[in-house]
């Protein structure tokens, strides 16, 4: 029996939404990877950043660019961004890079951008237990990451938590610190207290 010419046309206009919809599809797959090309050549640049205001053009262009990108797209690009920046604050030779970068983690937790919070922590707990405060410089800078690893714990609190309880750094990632409380002045000690002040728990000997 032959096809009626209601069927004829709904075939067609069948025939034409599944064409606009592969071609939208095509359309979009191909932006995302232009964009992803152009977000890698930026990932470059914030590698190769040689000064602190470099840095962060250099990352203020990457995340312009991923917020393009499908929600499900941009975790990947923000993760590799983070291990750049964990890089810059652990190595770079420059203060004011190292404290920048550190500044730009911090402020990744705090918008709930990193996908493993407790890798920034173990970050900002390295580059300040590394320090030796011998002179007024070093002192500042240890006492900036210890202030960044405070700010760190506001997206796990109410009433707008950013992360689950789940996601908290385990106890272990804080021993570090508790070492520098014998050796500190009163501020860093006052710091390093209110860390401790948002563990779930003191009880370990470690830090006991």
Not at 162 to 180: D, G, I, K, S
Not at 196 to 201: A, K
């Amino acid at each position: 029996m032959s096809q009626t010419t209601d069927t004829l046309f709904l075939d067609h206009h069948n025939q034409i939404q599944t064409s606009k919809y592969t071609f939208l599809r095509n359309l979009r797959d191909k932006a995302t990877t232009l964009y992803s090309s152009s977000i890698a050549d930026l990932l470059v640049q914030v590698e190769e950043a040689i000064t602190a205001s470099h840095l962060t053009n250099a990352v203020n262009r990457v995340q312009k660019r991923v917020w393009k990108l499908p929600v499900s797209g941009q975790a990947t690009f923000r993760n590799a961004l983070i291990a750049i920046l964990s890089t810059h604050t652990l190595q770079n030779q420059q203060l004011a890079l190292r404290i920048e970068a550190a500044g730009w983690l911090r402020l990744f937790v705090q918008a709930g951008f990193a996908t493993t919070p407790q890798d920034v922590f173990v970050t900002l707990i390295t580059a300040a237990t590394r320090i030796s405060p011998t002179n007024n410089v070093a002192l500042k800078e240890q006492q900036a990451y210890l202030k960044m690893i405070f700010d760190c714990f506001w997206p796990f609190r109410h009433p707008y938590p950013a992360y689950t309880w789940q996601a908290f750094p385990a106890n272990e990632v804080f021993y570090p610190l508790a070492a520098l409380l014998a050796t500190a002045d009163e501020m860093t000690q006052d710091t390093l207290i209110s860390i401790f002040g948002e563990l779930p728990s003191l009880n370990d000997v470690e830090i006991a």
